[in-house]
């Protein structure tokens, strides 16, 4: 229910109680006990948003005009167990907007974390796919692309802090998809497949895949 329409609180809704937390952003309905619960679970888990950089991180772009440290970093399932477990804490995060109940993590993926000023602004994750359908299922994940029957990747998730949205953020994580999940290879929009996606997951996919 909150991962919709993160932005555009009209005034029927305000009646109805929805309301946006100044300090982490999620928008959910006062007075509604699953929401508040909701809220205040996401809110004490924001910390793990705080990122303070890794040597060796693996950037594979860099957007100054985010701030002084904009960029873009990468993740794979052979890293680190620390960064594993700051991947799996974010995910949760993620999961708990999105009303995921059991989180699934595929076996093999590409993660990507938007940083902006010491802060993990946005995420992706992205499993890549030798061959795949129109509706598919790898590794207990649903994916499904609206266009293609042959996709490369599959966006398990992505998502980006409520207070930072329609700021292309998404749009750059796309981006960095496209080049960086398959070694020496571009992926074209129309062979990635997004899994399940909410209401602000389908516009956006709709706008930047153009189709
Ligand atoms: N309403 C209308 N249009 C939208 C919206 C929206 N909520 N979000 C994106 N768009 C369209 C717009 O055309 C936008 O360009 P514009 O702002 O110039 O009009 C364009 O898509 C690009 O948007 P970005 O700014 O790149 O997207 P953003 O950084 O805001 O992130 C995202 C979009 C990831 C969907 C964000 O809203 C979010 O995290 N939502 C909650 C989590 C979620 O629903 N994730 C998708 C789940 S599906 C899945 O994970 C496979
Ligand atoms: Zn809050």
């Known amino acids: 229910a909150s991962g919709s329409n993160q932005m555009q609180i009209d005034a029927g809704q305000k009646a109805f109680g929805a309301k946006q937390c100044q300090q982490c ?7 509604e006990p699953e929401e508040e619960q909701l809220h205040r679970e996401y809110h004490n888990s924001v910390h793990v948003l705080r990122f303070k950089g890794w040597i060796d991180e693996d950037i594979v772009a860099v957007y100054t005009e985010w701030a002084n440290d904009g960029r873009i970093i990468r993740l794979t399932e052979q890293a680190p167990a620390v960064r594993l477990e ?4 974010l995910i949760k995060l993620v999961d708990k907007e999105l009303g995921y109940a059991s989180y699934i993590v595929p076996k093999t993926f590409v993660a990507f974390f938007a940083v902006r000023k010491q802060q993990i602004v946005g995420m992706c994750l992205v499993q890549p796919l030798t061959q795949a359908h129109r509706f598919m299922q790898i590794d207990g994940i649903d994916y ?3 266009e293609a029957y042959e996709a490369s990747c599959g966006i398990s998730r992505i ?3 409520p207070l930072q949205r329609r700021r292309r953020i998404a749009t750059k ?3 960095a998809v496209q080049l960086h999940t398959i070694l020496g290879r571009e992926i074209p929009m129309n062979r990635i497949a997004f899994s399940s996606p909410t209401d602000d997951g389908r516009i956006f996919a709709r706008q930047v895949t153009q189709c």
């Not at 700051?86 to 804490?89: D, I, M, Q, S, T």
């Open 25 to 31: 952003g999620l928008v959910y309905t006062v007075h």
């Open 86 to 89: 700051r991947l799996n804490e």
């Open 144 to 146: 499904c692309s609206e």
């Open 159 to 161: 998502w980006v802090s």
């Open 173 to 175: 994580l796309l981006r």
